[in-house]
Nanobody, 120 residues
Framework: VQLQASGGGLVQAGGSLRLSCAASGTFLIINDMGWYRQAPGKERELVAVIHSGGSTNYVDSVKDRFTISRDNAKNTVYLQMHSLKAEDTAVYYC???????????????WGQGTLVTVSS
């Protein structure tokens, strides 16, 4: 199972970005998908998660600004970010609880990270 994230970049405060993360692999089954971020000098934190049934959870600091969604047909999770702030600057990592290939049990997989920089 592999996760490929994209969509990061440089944006001014108040702007928007959309991150995407596509999962690939044979016999792929995915449960939860989510986004984490890690700012310089800080620990990695959960930003948002979307469960297999479609319910979502967000860290308080991004509620009403970020929206997580998924396209199950494409095995892809998205993070739409609006009203970006300087404190949103971080490397964003996608995460999926999945199994595939010869792996018969579920485990968590990580994407490679994509940098989001918000200039103030």
């Amino acid at each position: 199972v592999q996760l490929q994230a994209s969509g990061g970049g440089l944006v001014q405060a108040g702007g928007s970005l959309r991150l995407s993360c596509a999962a690939s692999g044979t016999f792929l089954i995915i449960n939860d998908m989510g986004w984490y971020r890690q700012a310089p000098g800080k620990e990695r934190e959960l930003v948002a998660v979307i469960h297999s049934g479609g319910s979502t959870n967000y860290v308080d600091s991004v509620k009403d600004r970020f929206t997580i969604s998924r396209d199950n047909a494409k095995n892809t999770v998205y993070l739409q970010m609006h009203s970006l702030k300087a404190e949103d600057t971080a490397v964003y990592y996608c995460n999926a609880n999945a199994r595939g290939g010869s792996l018969w049990y579920f485990r968590y997989f990580w994407g490679q990270g994509t940098l989001v920089t918000v200039s103030s």
